[in-house]
């Protein structure tokens, strides 16, 4: 199916509230930076390597954390310590969740918490000035939104929610190419199944407007916001 630009028009909704993480450790001191996943990264750095391998969490059935940078997750794999990488395709509240099963697996006895009106204590000094990026934001039907650390993983949490198989089976194409495939077709693929490979839309607006026909052949009433 050709995408028809007319039926991709649709309204944008309010954004949602950026959700923050903050891990206060034993010792009183805490860590809470704007940005969820640099919040995740620092605690795990902290948490440090002589007990990252203890951390059985598994993303797509390969190890959270792991020494090897998995090609299937490039660009998800962020360096932690001492050669020691985690897969960070998840959106606040999965690393919410994640860091408590951390902290229960290591009796860590930190105190976690996600909220959208914690306070910054920690200045990312790896933070670049804005470049004019934007964000996608995705709500479902059932009130739950969808906002990853960046629009890839917003399209593909979204296209996980509503349902690879699903999805696959609307046949939709993008520029006389198949969505998704069985096995790595174009270079613009990521692998988000077992044998599925999606094509990643190059633009934020491409990405909003493959969600909106992939909503409007499962009759999904998808709020999409591109800030």
């Given at each position: 199916?050709k995408?028809?630009?007319?039926i991709l028009?649709q309204?944008?909704?309010?954004r949602q509230p950026?959700?923050?993480?903050?891990?206060t450790?034993?010792?009183?001191?805490s860590v809470?930076?704007?940005?969820a996943?640099?919040?995740?990264l620092e605690t795990?750095?902290?948490?440090?390597?002589?007990?990252?391998s203890k951390?059985?969490?598994?993303?797509?059935?390969?190890?959270l954390?792991?020494?090897i940078?998995?090609p299937?997750?490039?660009?998800?794999?962020?360096?932690?310590?001492?050669?020691?990488?985690?897969?960070?395709?998840?959106?606040?509240q999965?690393?919410?969740?994640?860091?408590?099963s951390?902290?229960?697996t290591l009796?860590?006895?930190?105190n976690?918490?996600?909220d959208?009106?914690?306070?910054?204590?920690n200045e990312?000094t790896?933070?670049?000035k804005k470049?004019?990026?934007?964000?996608?934001?995705?709500?479902?039907?059932d009130?739950?939104?969808?906002?990853?650390?960046?629009?890839i993983?917003?399209?593909?949490?979204?296209?996980?929610?509503?349902?690879?198989?699903e999805?696959?089976?609307?046949e939709?194409?993008?520029?006389?190419k198949?969505l998704i495939t069985?096995k790595?077709?174009?270079?613009?693929?990521?692998?988000?199944?077992?044998?599925?490979?999606?094509i990643i839309p190059?633009t934020t607006k491409?990405?909003a407007k493959?969600?909106?026909?992939?909503?409007?052949?499962?009759?999904?009433?998808?709020?999409?916001?591109?800030?």
């Amino acid at each position: 199916m050709k995408i028809n630009e007319d039926i991709l028009c649709q309204s944008a909704t309010l954004r949602q509230p950026k959700q923050r993480l903050r891990v206060t450790f034993p010792d009183g001191n805490s860590v809470c930076f704007n940005n969820a996943t640099t919040t995740y990264l620092e605690t795990l750095k902290r948490i440090g390597s002589d007990e990252l391998s203890k951390i059985n969490l598994e993303i797509g059935h390969l190890p959270l954390i792991s020494r090897i940078e998995y090609p299937k997750y490039k660009g998800y794999m962020k360096p932690i310590t001492d050669g020691w990488y985690v897969n960070t395709q998840s959106n606040t509240q999965q690393k919410f969740l994640q860091l408590h099963s951390i902290n229960d697996t290591l009796q860590l006895n930190l105190n976690i918490e996600i909220d959208t009106d914690l306070e910054v204590t920690n200045e990312d000094t790896n933070k670049q000035k804005k470049t004019g990026k934007t964000s996608l934001l995705v709500q479902f039907p059932d009130g739950e939104f969808v906002a990853g650390d960046n629009p890839i993983d917003t399209f593909i949490q979204s296209v996980w929610k509503m349902g690879l198989n699903e999805v696959q089976h609307k046949e939709i194409n993008i520029s006389g190419k198949p969505l998704i495939t069985r096995k790595q077709q174009y270079k613009s693929q990521i692998q988000v199944g077992t044998d599925q490979w999606i094509i990643i839309p190059a633009t934020t607006k491409d990405k909003a407007k493959i969600l909106r026909t992939i909503a409007l052949m499962m009759r999904l009433d998808l709020k999409i916001t591109i800030i």
